[in-house]
């Protein structure tokens, strides 16, 4: 069975958390969410969801995943900086494993190093962001480059997840 690794911290936006977790289990993939510190609870920023931390990230390992989720909101700002989190998304880029990034997602990626040459979207307003670490950015629902699966806001959560849903299915029968 595939395993998807979820990267949370607080005040990450409801629906980007909640729409491809669902979607991920409901297709018969395990989700573990990794944070900062196990059994945290933390509450996304609409008030709308929160979720307990399963596995702090210096007790995984990527190479247990075979997905990487990154939800927006808030949440990425506060892994960001974290050597684990990005050594995790580092090694699991290395090794081909999709990566789904939505919304404010993608700053990890940058500050990981992840982006230069790459093609992504992300929420509007980081644009510079992307394109000053080196990514070519396009503005669409949702952007596959190789193992990135980039998406903007809540509206694009069904693209989001049915590439997500896609590249896991393309995994497991390789």
């Not at 390992?61 to 990425?76: L, Q």
């Amino acid at each position: 069975m595939s395993k998807i690794a979820f990267l949370l911290a607080a005040q990450f936006e409801d629906s980007e958390m909640k729409v491809p977790y669902d979607a991920v289990r409901e297709a018969g993939y395990e989700a573990d969410i990794i944070g900062l510190k196990q059994g945290e609870t933390l509450q996304g920023k609409q008030g709308k969801a929160s979720y307990t931390v399963d596995k702090a990230i210096s007790e995984v390992n990527s190479r247990d995943y075979d997905a990487v989720v990154i939800p927006g909101g808030s949440s990425p700002e506060g892994l960001r900086l974290d050597p684990g989190i990005l050594k995790f998304v580092k090694e699991a880029d290395s090794a081909g494993k999709p990566i789904a990034a939505i919304c404010h997602g993608p700053q990890i990626l940058i500050s990981a190093g992840l982006v230069r040459g790459r093609t992504i979207t992300s929420y509007p307003p980081l644009k510079d962001d992307v394109i000053n670490a080196g990514a070519n950015f396009k503005d669409e629902e949702v952007v596959v480059d190789r193992n990135f699966i980039t998406s903007r806001t809540p509206k694009d959560e069904p693209a989001f997840v049915r590439e997500l849903l896609k590249s896991l299915r393309v995994k497991v029968t390789r």
